[in-house]
Protein backbone atom coordinates (compact mmCIF):
# COMPACT_ATOMS: atom_id res chain seq x y z
CA UNK A 1 0.00 0.00 0.00
CA UNK A 2 1.11 3.42 -0.60
CA UNK A 3 1.87 5.70 1.97
CA UNK A 4 -0.38 9.06 1.86
CA UNK A 5 1.24 12.04 1.53
CA UNK A 6 1.09 14.58 4.61
CA UNK A 7 2.07 17.91 5.16
CA UNK A 8 2.13 20.12 8.38
CA UNK A 9 1.70 24.22 8.38
CA UNK A 10 2.88 25.81 11.62
CA UNK A 11 4.90 23.22 12.73
CA UNK A 12 7.12 25.12 15.35
CA UNK A 13 5.32 24.71 17.67
CA UNK A 14 4.89 21.98 20.94
CA UNK A 15 1.85 20.24 19.19
CA UNK A 16 3.86 20.32 15.81
CA UNK A 17 7.02 18.84 17.18
CA UNK A 18 4.41 15.85 18.53
CA UNK A 19 2.88 15.39 15.52
CA UNK A 20 5.91 15.33 13.84
CA UNK A 21 6.85 11.96 15.97
CA UNK A 22 3.27 10.48 15.47
CA UNK A 23 3.76 10.55 11.58
CA UNK A 24 7.25 8.97 12.15
CA UNK A 25 5.80 5.80 13.74
CA UNK A 26 2.71 5.24 11.01
CA UNK A 27 2.87 3.00 8.60
CA UNK A 28 0.94 4.41 6.23
CA UNK A 29 2.21 8.33 6.40
CA UNK A 30 5.00 9.54 4.76
CA UNK A 31 5.82 13.49 6.25
CA UNK A 32 6.50 15.33 2.81
CA UNK A 33 6.15 19.33 3.99
CA UNK A 34 7.13 20.84 7.52
CA UNK A 35 5.95 24.86 7.64
CA UNK A 36 7.64 27.21 10.02
CA UNK A 37 8.58 30.87 9.00
CA UNK A 38 11.10 30.64 12.39
CA UNK A 39 12.73 27.89 11.36
CA UNK A 40 12.79 27.89 7.09
CA UNK A 41 15.74 26.41 6.18
CA UNK A 42 16.84 24.08 8.82
CA UNK A 43 16.36 20.05 8.74
CA UNK A 44 13.67 19.17 10.46
CA UNK A 45 15.84 16.07 12.16
CA UNK A 46 17.88 19.24 14.56
CA UNK A 47 14.77 19.92 16.21
CA UNK A 48 13.20 16.44 16.25
CA UNK A 49 14.98 13.25 16.80
CA UNK A 50 12.20 11.14 15.52
CA UNK A 51 12.16 12.00 11.86
CA UNK A 52 15.72 10.95 9.93
CA UNK A 53 16.19 12.38 6.34
CA UNK A 54 16.88 16.18 5.15
CA UNK A 55 13.41 16.93 5.17
CA UNK A 56 13.39 21.10 5.94
CA UNK A 57 11.20 23.41 7.57
CA UNK A 58 10.12 25.98 4.80
CA UNK A 59 7.86 28.97 4.75
CA UNK A 60 4.80 27.96 2.17
CA UNK A 61 2.19 30.50 1.21
CA UNK A 62 -1.29 28.97 0.64
CA UNK A 63 -0.66 28.67 -3.46
CA UNK A 64 2.63 27.04 -2.66
CA UNK A 65 0.88 24.47 -0.05
CA UNK A 66 -1.61 23.36 -2.65
CA UNK A 67 1.36 22.81 -5.12
CA UNK A 68 2.78 20.18 -2.47
CA UNK A 69 0.26 17.83 -3.51
CA UNK A 70 -0.36 16.33 0.04
CA UNK A 71 -3.52 14.06 0.73
CA UNK A 72 -3.62 15.29 4.52
CA UNK A 73 -2.99 19.11 5.57
CA UNK A 74 -2.32 19.69 9.04
CA UNK A 75 -3.29 23.11 9.83
CA UNK A 76 -1.54 24.11 12.97
CA UNK A 77 -1.82 27.36 12.94
CA UNK A 78 -2.88 30.19 15.98
CA UNK A 79 -6.89 30.72 15.96
CA UNK A 80 -7.55 33.20 13.44
CA UNK A 81 -4.52 31.96 10.83
CA UNK A 82 -6.10 28.98 8.87
CA UNK A 83 -8.87 30.63 6.38
CA UNK A 84 -6.84 31.01 3.49
CA UNK A 85 -4.72 28.51 3.48
CA UNK A 86 -8.57 26.51 3.47
CA UNK A 87 -9.94 28.73 1.09
CA UNK A 88 -6.75 27.77 -1.51
CA UNK A 89 -7.55 24.19 -1.11
CA UNK A 90 -11.54 24.34 -1.28
CA UNK A 91 -10.69 25.91 -4.96
CA UNK A 92 -7.63 24.42 -6.28
CA UNK A 93 -7.62 20.79 -4.10
CA UNK A 94 -10.76 20.14 -2.71
CA UNK A 95 -10.49 16.42 -2.13
CA UNK A 96 -7.53 17.17 -0.09
CA UNK A 97 -8.04 15.69 3.88
CA UNK A 98 -7.59 19.37 5.72
CA UNK A 99 -7.10 18.83 9.45
CA UNK A 100 -7.28 22.17 11.94
CA UNK A 101 -5.99 22.43 14.89
CA UNK A 102 -7.43 26.04 15.52
CA UNK A 103 -10.46 27.07 16.84
CA UNK A 104 -11.60 28.47 13.77
CA UNK A 105 -13.84 26.41 12.47
CA UNK A 106 -15.40 24.40 15.95
CA UNK A 107 -18.39 26.35 15.70
CA UNK A 108 -19.06 25.63 11.55
CA UNK A 109 -21.97 23.08 10.75
CA UNK A 110 -19.90 22.23 7.29
CA UNK A 111 -16.76 20.74 9.47
CA UNK A 112 -16.61 17.68 11.46
CA UNK A 113 -16.06 18.42 14.83
CA UNK A 114 -13.39 15.41 15.68
CA UNK A 115 -13.59 14.57 19.42
CA UNK A 116 -13.59 10.74 18.27
CA UNK A 117 -15.10 9.31 21.54
CA UNK A 118 -17.89 11.40 21.43
CA UNK A 119 -18.36 12.31 17.75
CA UNK A 120 -17.11 9.38 15.58
CA UNK A 121 -20.69 8.23 14.57
CA UNK A 122 -21.33 11.45 13.48
CA UNK A 123 -18.12 10.85 10.61
CA UNK A 124 -19.60 11.13 7.00
CA UNK A 125 -16.23 11.34 5.20
CA UNK A 126 -16.26 14.93 5.63
CA UNK A 127 -12.93 16.13 3.92
CA UNK A 128 -12.67 19.12 6.53
CA UNK A 129 -11.91 18.10 10.42
CA UNK A 130 -11.83 20.38 13.28
CA UNK A 131 -9.62 19.09 16.18
CA UNK A 132 -11.28 19.82 19.88
CA UNK A 133 -9.41 22.04 22.02
CA UNK A 134 -7.84 20.63 24.92
CA UNK A 135 -9.71 21.90 27.91
CA UNK A 136 -12.86 20.93 25.87
CA UNK A 137 -11.92 17.55 25.06
CA UNK A 138 -11.55 16.68 28.69
CA UNK A 139 -14.75 19.00 29.74
CA UNK A 140 -17.12 17.44 27.43
CA UNK A 141 -15.66 13.70 28.21
CA UNK A 142 -16.18 14.25 31.86
CA UNK A 143 -19.58 15.84 31.05
CA UNK A 144 -21.33 14.33 28.78
CA UNK A 145 -21.88 10.72 30.47
CA UNK A 146 -24.47 12.91 33.14
CA UNK A 147 -26.14 15.10 30.74
CA UNK A 148 -29.57 13.40 31.28
CA UNK A 149 -28.79 14.52 35.39
CA UNK A 150 -28.07 18.19 35.41
CA UNK A 151 -29.83 20.57 37.71
CA UNK A 152 -27.52 23.17 37.01
CA UNK A 153 -24.46 24.12 34.92
CA UNK A 154 -21.50 22.10 35.35
CA UNK A 155 -18.91 24.57 36.36
CA UNK A 156 -15.46 23.26 35.50
CA UNK A 157 -11.99 24.53 37.62
CA UNK A 158 -9.17 23.75 35.15
CA UNK A 159 -5.08 23.98 35.24
CA UNK A 160 -2.71 23.23 32.93
CA UNK A 161 0.83 23.13 32.33
CA UNK A 162 2.52 26.42 30.53
CA UNK A 163 3.08 24.23 26.97
CA UNK A 164 -0.76 25.19 26.57
CA UNK A 165 0.01 29.05 26.20
CA UNK A 166 2.45 28.27 22.90
CA UNK A 167 5.49 29.23 22.20
CA UNK A 168 4.89 32.90 21.43
CA UNK A 169 6.51 34.67 24.95
CA UNK A 170 3.88 35.89 27.38
CA UNK A 171 3.65 35.91 31.33
CA UNK A 172 1.27 32.61 31.09
CA UNK A 173 4.35 30.60 29.62
CA UNK A 174 7.33 32.21 31.48
CA UNK A 175 8.18 29.61 34.07
CA UNK A 176 9.92 32.56 35.95
CA UNK A 177 6.60 34.31 36.60
CA UNK A 178 4.64 30.90 37.26
CA UNK A 179 7.19 29.73 39.68
CA UNK A 180 5.83 29.21 42.89
CA UNK A 181 2.58 30.46 41.68
CA UNK A 182 -1.07 29.59 39.99
CA UNK A 183 -1.98 32.23 37.19
CA UNK A 184 -5.85 32.57 36.75
CA UNK A 185 -6.89 34.20 33.10
CA UNK A 186 -9.87 34.39 31.03
CA UNK A 187 -12.29 33.27 33.79
CA UNK A 188 -15.25 33.87 32.06
CA UNK A 189 -15.78 33.44 27.92
CA UNK A 190 -12.34 31.48 27.55
CA UNK A 191 -12.90 30.11 23.81
CA UNK A 192 -13.11 26.65 25.16
CA UNK A 193 -16.03 27.13 27.33
CA UNK A 194 -18.17 28.25 24.59
CA UNK A 195 -16.99 25.13 22.65
CA UNK A 196 -17.98 22.95 25.49
CA UNK A 197 -21.29 24.74 26.04
CA UNK A 198 -22.28 24.81 21.83
CA UNK A 199 -21.09 21.15 21.36
CA UNK A 200 -22.54 19.46 24.53
CA UNK A 201 -25.62 21.90 23.92
CA UNK A 202 -25.52 23.42 27.45
CA UNK A 203 -24.45 26.04 29.18
CA UNK A 204 -20.86 25.11 30.86
CA UNK A 205 -19.04 27.29 33.23
CA UNK A 206 -15.05 27.20 33.18
CA UNK A 207 -12.39 29.03 35.27
CA UNK A 208 -9.13 28.61 33.55
CA UNK A 209 -5.25 28.71 35.68
CA UNK A 210 -1.70 27.88 34.44
CA UNK A 211 0.45 26.20 36.59
CA UNK A 212 4.63 26.21 36.52
CA UNK A 213 4.94 21.92 35.44
CA UNK A 214 5.14 21.72 31.37
CA UNK A 215 2.87 19.64 30.23
CA UNK A 216 -0.89 18.02 31.29
CA UNK A 217 -4.03 19.45 32.50
CA UNK A 218 -6.62 18.76 35.03
CA UNK A 219 -10.66 19.72 34.60
CA UNK A 220 -12.33 19.34 38.34
CA UNK A 221 -16.15 19.75 37.76
CA UNK A 222 -18.47 20.21 39.93
CA UNK A 223 -21.95 18.32 38.82
CA UNK A 224 -25.34 19.22 40.88
CA UNK A 225 -27.74 16.31 40.03
CA UNK A 226 -31.34 16.36 39.23
CA UNK A 227 -32.07 13.85 41.87
CA UNK A 228 -30.18 11.64 44.50
CA UNK A 229 -28.23 9.39 43.14
CA UNK A 230 -25.45 6.52 44.33
CA UNK A 231 -21.45 6.69 43.54
CA UNK A 232 -21.94 3.32 41.93
CA UNK A 233 -24.19 4.51 39.51
CA UNK A 234 -22.69 7.34 38.16
CA UNK A 235 -19.31 5.13 37.76
CA UNK A 236 -21.52 2.83 36.20
CA UNK A 237 -22.36 5.73 33.83
CA UNK A 238 -19.17 6.90 33.01
CA UNK A 239 -18.00 2.84 32.31
CA UNK A 240 -20.80 2.22 29.74
CA UNK A 241 -20.50 5.90 27.92
CA UNK A 242 -16.74 4.96 27.79
CA UNK A 243 -16.64 1.59 27.73
CA UNK A 244 -14.28 0.00 24.74
CA UNK A 245 -12.38 3.51 23.89
CA UNK A 246 -8.51 2.57 24.59
CA UNK A 247 -8.02 6.21 25.27
CA UNK A 248 -10.24 6.64 27.88
CA UNK A 249 -8.84 5.14 31.20
CA UNK A 250 -11.99 5.24 34.10
CA UNK A 251 -10.60 4.94 37.37
CA UNK A 252 -11.52 4.92 41.49
CA UNK A 253 -9.61 7.84 42.80
CA UNK A 254 -9.06 11.49 41.58
CA UNK A 255 -6.16 11.29 38.48
CA UNK A 256 -3.11 12.61 38.95
CA UNK A 257 -1.78 15.13 36.41
CA UNK A 258 1.57 13.37 36.59
CA UNK A 259 0.56 10.39 35.51
CA UNK A 260 -0.70 11.41 32.18
CA UNK A 261 2.26 13.52 31.35
CA UNK A 262 3.63 12.40 28.13
CA UNK A 263 0.31 9.33 27.61
CA UNK A 264 -2.21 9.40 24.96
CA UNK A 265 -5.05 8.34 27.02
CA UNK A 266 -7.66 10.46 29.55
CA UNK A 267 -8.42 9.37 32.94
CA UNK A 268 -11.56 9.94 34.64
CA UNK A 269 -11.89 9.37 38.30
CA UNK A 270 -12.70 11.12 41.86
CA UNK A 271 -16.70 10.67 41.64
CA UNK A 272 -16.99 12.59 45.16
CA UNK A 273 -20.38 12.39 46.17
CA UNK A 274 -22.46 14.70 48.52
CA UNK A 275 -23.91 12.89 51.35
CA UNK A 276 -27.44 13.70 50.03
CA UNK A 277 -26.02 12.24 46.78
CA UNK A 278 -27.57 15.20 44.63
CA UNK A 279 -23.67 16.22 43.61
CA UNK A 280 -20.82 14.82 41.82
CA UNK A 281 -17.04 15.99 41.57
CA UNK A 282 -15.47 14.38 38.65
CA UNK A 283 -11.84 14.88 37.74
CA UNK A 284 -10.44 14.67 34.11
CA UNK A 285 -6.80 14.76 33.40
CA UNK A 286 -5.10 14.33 30.07
CA UNK A 287 -1.60 15.56 28.29
CA UNK A 288 -3.14 18.95 26.75
CA UNK A 289 -0.62 18.34 23.58
CA UNK A 290 -1.54 14.75 23.38
CA UNK A 291 -4.73 13.78 23.67
CA UNK A 292 -5.80 17.01 23.75
CA UNK A 293 -4.19 18.17 20.11
CA UNK A 294 -2.10 15.63 18.34
CA UNK A 295 -3.15 12.39 19.32
CA UNK A 296 -6.90 13.25 18.80
CA UNK A 297 -5.03 14.79 15.27
CA UNK A 298 -3.84 11.30 14.31
CA UNK A 299 -7.27 9.93 15.79
CA UNK A 300 -9.20 11.75 13.54
CA UNK A 301 -6.60 11.41 10.34
CA UNK A 302 -6.65 7.52 11.09
CA UNK A 303 -10.62 7.39 10.77
CA UNK A 304 -10.88 9.80 7.56
CA UNK A 305 -8.53 7.74 5.77
CA UNK A 306 -9.95 4.21 6.83
CA UNK A 307 -6.63 2.93 9.25
CA UNK A 308 -7.70 1.93 12.05
CA UNK A 309 -8.35 4.87 14.46
CA UNK A 310 -5.16 4.18 16.94
CA UNK A 311 -2.55 3.32 14.02
CA UNK A 312 0.46 5.22 14.75
CA UNK A 313 -0.22 6.01 19.08
CA UNK A 314 1.24 3.82 21.53
CA UNK A 315 -1.24 2.61 23.43
CA UNK A 316 -1.56 -0.39 26.08
Not at 23 to 36: D, E, T
Not at 74 to 88: E, M, R
Not at 173 to 193: C, F, I, Q, V, W
Not at 269 to 296: C, H, P
Request: proline letters at 6%; one cysteine or more.
Amino acid sequence: MSKQRIGIVGARGYTGAELIKLIARHPNLQLVFVSSRELDGQRVSEHNDSHTGDLRYENPDPAAVVAKHADVVILALPNGKAAPYVQAIDVAAPQTLVLDLSADFRFDAAWYYGLPELTRKGYAGQKRISNPGCYATAMQLAIAPLKDLLAAPPVCFGVSGYSGAGTTPSDKNDPRKLSDNLMPYALTGHTHEKEASFQLGLPVEFMPHVAPHFRGLTVTTNVYLSGSTKRDEIIARFKKAHAGEKLVRIIDDAPWVSRIANCHHAEIGGFAMSADGRRVVVVATLDNLLKGAATQAMQNINLALGFDELTGIPHD
